[in-house]
Protein backbone atom coordinates (compact mmCIF):
# COMPACT_ATOMS: atom_id res chain seq x y z
CA UNK A 1 0.00 0.00 0.00
CA UNK A 2 1.59 3.66 -0.82
CA UNK A 3 2.14 5.99 1.68
CA UNK A 4 1.48 9.46 2.16
CA UNK A 5 3.31 10.95 -0.98
CA UNK A 6 4.00 14.72 -1.03
CA UNK A 7 5.45 16.67 -4.17
CA UNK A 8 7.92 18.49 -4.58
CA UNK A 9 10.63 16.81 -2.67
CA UNK A 10 12.50 19.86 -2.86
CA UNK A 11 11.65 23.58 -4.50
CA UNK A 12 14.08 26.64 -4.24
CA UNK A 13 12.21 30.11 -4.68
CA UNK A 14 13.19 34.07 -4.45
CA UNK A 15 11.31 35.82 -1.65
CA UNK A 16 7.63 37.37 -2.70
CA UNK A 17 6.73 34.65 -5.32
CA UNK A 18 4.04 32.13 -4.50
CA UNK A 19 4.17 28.22 -3.83
CA UNK A 20 2.06 25.57 -3.54
CA UNK A 21 2.82 21.89 -1.81
CA UNK A 22 0.54 19.07 -3.20
CA UNK A 23 -0.47 15.91 -0.66
CA UNK A 24 -2.34 12.18 -1.42
CA UNK A 25 -3.14 10.73 1.97
CA UNK A 26 -3.02 6.86 2.52
CA UNK A 27 -6.43 5.74 1.03
CA UNK A 28 -9.52 5.78 3.11
CA UNK A 29 -8.01 8.12 5.58
CA UNK A 30 -10.24 10.80 6.54
CA UNK A 31 -7.55 12.95 8.63
CA UNK A 32 -5.67 14.58 7.34
CA UNK A 33 -2.67 17.16 8.60
CA UNK A 34 -0.28 19.59 7.79
CA UNK A 35 3.01 20.30 9.69
CA UNK A 36 5.90 22.67 9.68
CA UNK A 37 9.49 22.05 10.86
CA UNK A 38 12.09 23.95 10.94
CA UNK A 39 15.53 23.38 10.88
CA UNK A 40 16.83 21.64 14.75
CA UNK A 41 13.18 21.62 15.57
CA UNK A 42 10.05 19.42 15.94
CA UNK A 43 7.20 19.88 13.65
CA UNK A 44 4.38 21.76 14.66
CA UNK A 45 0.84 21.28 13.18
CA UNK A 46 -0.53 24.09 10.73
CA UNK A 47 -3.75 22.55 10.11
CA UNK A 48 -5.81 20.01 10.26
CA UNK A 49 -8.80 18.81 7.99
CA UNK A 50 -11.81 15.64 8.89
CA UNK A 51 -12.38 14.84 5.46
CA UNK A 52 -12.80 18.38 3.57
CA UNK A 53 -13.70 20.33 6.73
CA UNK A 54 -10.28 22.22 8.46
CA UNK A 55 -11.40 21.94 12.07
CA UNK A 56 -8.43 23.45 13.31
CA UNK A 57 -6.06 25.96 11.22
CA UNK A 58 -5.63 27.77 14.61
CA UNK A 59 -1.72 28.21 13.50
CA UNK A 60 -1.56 28.37 10.20
CA UNK A 61 -0.85 32.43 9.46
CA UNK A 62 -3.67 32.88 7.32
CA UNK A 63 -2.22 36.18 5.50
CA UNK A 64 -0.21 33.90 3.63
CA UNK A 65 -1.05 30.46 4.31
CA UNK A 66 -3.86 29.13 2.43
CA UNK A 67 -4.82 24.78 2.42
CA UNK A 68 -7.60 23.06 0.21
CA UNK A 69 -8.68 19.54 0.52
CA UNK A 70 -11.51 19.80 -2.19
CA UNK A 71 -13.29 15.96 -2.07
CA UNK A 72 -11.54 14.75 0.76
CA UNK A 73 -8.94 13.47 -0.36
CA UNK A 74 -5.98 15.63 -1.41
CA UNK A 75 -4.81 18.37 -0.42
CA UNK A 76 -2.70 21.49 -1.37
CA UNK A 77 -1.04 23.83 0.96
CA UNK A 78 0.07 27.62 -0.55
CA UNK A 79 1.72 30.05 0.80
CA UNK A 80 2.01 33.26 -1.20
CA UNK A 81 3.96 36.01 -0.74
CA UNK A 82 6.51 33.52 0.37
CA UNK A 83 9.37 35.38 3.15
CA UNK A 84 13.20 34.44 3.83
CA UNK A 85 11.35 32.76 7.09
CA UNK A 86 9.28 30.29 5.35
CA UNK A 87 12.30 28.15 4.90
CA UNK A 88 11.30 24.72 6.19
CA UNK A 89 10.13 21.16 5.73
CA UNK A 90 6.08 21.03 5.18
CA UNK A 91 5.01 17.91 6.29
CA UNK A 92 2.01 15.92 5.94
CA UNK A 93 0.43 13.12 7.14
CA UNK A 94 -2.66 11.34 7.76
CA UNK A 95 -4.70 9.16 9.94
CA UNK A 96 -7.79 6.79 9.51
CA UNK A 97 -9.63 8.24 12.38
CA UNK A 98 -9.23 11.16 14.77
CA UNK A 99 -7.03 9.56 17.27
CA UNK A 100 -5.49 7.06 15.14
CA UNK A 101 -1.77 6.69 14.52
CA UNK A 102 -0.59 9.71 11.95
CA UNK A 103 1.23 8.74 8.96
CA UNK A 104 4.01 10.62 7.39
CA UNK A 105 5.00 11.85 4.28
CA UNK A 106 8.58 12.81 3.42
CA UNK A 107 8.50 16.52 3.58
CA UNK A 108 8.65 19.28 0.67
CA UNK A 109 11.42 21.06 1.76
CA UNK A 110 11.40 24.89 0.98
CA UNK A 111 14.16 27.20 0.09
CA UNK A 112 13.36 31.06 0.45
CA UNK A 113 16.32 33.07 -1.10
CA UNK B 1 -0.27 24.58 27.35
CA UNK B 2 1.04 21.36 26.36
CA UNK B 3 4.76 20.49 25.76
CA UNK B 4 7.48 17.91 25.44
CA UNK B 5 10.95 18.60 26.75
CA UNK B 6 13.83 16.15 25.57
CA UNK B 7 17.49 16.01 25.69
CA UNK B 8 19.47 17.40 23.23
CA UNK B 9 21.69 15.43 21.13
CA UNK B 10 23.49 14.27 19.20
CA UNK B 11 23.74 10.79 21.38
CA UNK B 12 26.84 9.57 20.22
CA UNK B 13 27.14 5.73 21.23
CA UNK B 14 29.10 2.48 20.01
CA UNK B 15 27.17 -0.40 18.54
CA UNK B 16 25.70 -2.42 21.26
CA UNK B 17 25.69 -0.12 23.91
CA UNK B 18 22.77 0.87 26.16
CA UNK B 19 20.58 3.91 24.93
CA UNK B 20 18.51 6.33 26.79
CA UNK B 21 16.59 9.80 25.16
CA UNK B 22 15.07 11.42 27.62
CA UNK B 23 11.64 12.84 27.71
CA UNK B 24 9.62 14.83 29.78
CA UNK B 25 5.91 16.69 28.89
CA UNK B 26 3.76 18.98 30.76
CA UNK B 27 0.01 18.37 30.25
CA UNK B 28 -3.59 18.75 31.54
CA UNK B 29 -5.46 15.42 31.87
CA UNK B 30 -4.01 12.19 30.64
CA UNK B 31 -2.27 12.27 27.28
CA UNK B 32 -1.39 9.97 24.53
CA UNK B 33 2.58 9.45 24.22
CA UNK B 34 4.11 8.62 21.54
CA UNK B 35 8.21 8.09 19.91
CA UNK B 36 8.74 8.71 16.50
CA UNK B 37 12.10 8.12 14.25
CA UNK B 38 12.82 9.66 11.20
CA UNK B 39 15.90 7.83 9.22
CA UNK B 40 18.02 9.97 6.77
CA UNK B 41 16.01 10.91 3.76
CA UNK B 42 12.86 9.03 5.21
CA UNK B 43 9.72 10.51 6.48
CA UNK B 44 8.94 9.90 10.27
CA UNK B 45 7.48 6.92 11.43
CA UNK B 46 5.76 5.76 14.44
CA UNK B 47 8.11 4.10 16.52
CA UNK B 48 5.66 2.79 19.84
CA UNK B 49 3.00 4.61 21.77
CA UNK B 50 1.29 4.53 25.48
CA UNK B 51 -1.82 5.85 25.78
CA UNK B 52 -2.53 5.30 29.76
CA UNK B 53 0.06 5.85 32.73
CA UNK B 54 1.99 2.84 33.54
CA UNK B 55 1.55 1.25 29.56
CA UNK B 56 4.84 0.43 28.22
CA UNK B 57 4.94 0.52 24.66
CA UNK B 58 7.75 -1.52 22.73
CA UNK B 59 9.11 -2.07 18.95
CA UNK B 60 12.13 -3.11 17.63
CA UNK B 61 13.96 -3.45 20.63
CA UNK B 62 12.95 0.25 21.99
CA UNK B 63 10.75 0.60 25.08
CA UNK B 64 9.07 3.54 26.42
CA UNK B 65 7.67 3.34 30.05
CA UNK B 66 4.12 5.91 30.46
CA UNK B 67 5.38 7.50 34.14
CA UNK B 68 2.71 9.82 35.20
CA UNK B 69 4.45 10.24 38.79
CA UNK B 70 7.76 11.80 36.90
CA UNK B 71 5.53 12.93 33.65
CA UNK B 72 8.37 10.88 31.71
CA UNK B 73 8.12 8.68 28.57
CA UNK B 74 12.60 7.72 28.33
CA UNK B 75 13.55 5.70 25.85
CA UNK B 76 15.34 2.89 25.81
CA UNK B 77 17.41 0.16 24.29
CA UNK B 78 19.51 -2.72 25.54
CA UNK B 79 21.83 -2.96 22.74
CA UNK B 80 21.62 -0.10 19.60
CA UNK B 81 22.84 -0.86 15.88
CA UNK B 82 24.52 0.97 13.61
CA UNK B 83 21.12 1.17 11.50
CA UNK B 84 19.24 2.63 14.70
CA UNK B 85 20.68 5.90 13.71
CA UNK B 86 18.11 8.23 13.11
CA UNK B 87 16.15 11.55 14.65
CA UNK B 88 14.31 10.37 17.43
CA UNK B 89 10.74 12.33 18.50
CA UNK B 90 9.05 12.23 21.83
CA UNK B 91 5.36 13.45 21.15
CA UNK B 92 1.91 13.59 23.00
CA UNK B 93 -1.70 13.89 21.84
CA UNK B 94 -3.93 15.57 24.84
CA UNK B 95 -7.27 14.85 26.24
CA UNK B 96 -9.68 14.57 23.68
CA UNK B 97 -7.53 15.72 20.63
CA UNK B 98 -5.43 14.11 18.29
CA UNK B 99 -3.17 17.59 17.36
CA UNK B 100 0.42 15.99 18.14
CA UNK B 101 2.95 18.02 20.27
CA UNK B 102 6.40 17.26 19.24
CA UNK B 103 9.68 17.78 21.35
CA UNK B 104 12.92 18.70 19.30
CA UNK B 105 13.89 15.98 18.52
CA UNK B 106 17.62 14.00 19.32
CA UNK B 107 19.96 12.77 16.88
CA UNK B 108 21.23 9.33 17.85
CA UNK B 109 24.54 8.69 15.96
CA UNK B 110 25.61 4.75 16.40
CA UNK B 111 29.05 4.10 15.16
CA UNK B 112 30.40 0.14 14.61
Known amino acids: EAGVVQSPRYKIIEKKQPVAFWCNPI?????LYWYLQNLGQGPELLIR????????DSQLPKDRFSAERLKGVDSTLKIQPAELGDSAVYLC???????????FGQGTRLTVV | GDSVTQMEGPVTLSEEAFLTINCTYT??????LFWYVQYPGEGLQLLLK?????DKGSNKGFEATYRKETTSFHLEKGSVQVSDSAVYFC???????????FGTGTRLQVFP
Open chain 1, 93 to 103: ASSPTMGGEAF
Open chain 2, 50 to 54: ATKAD
Open chain 2, 27 to 32: ATGYPS
Open chain 2, 91 to 101: ALSGDNTDKLI
Open chain 1, 49 to 56: YENEEAVD
Open chain 1, 27 to 31: SGHNT
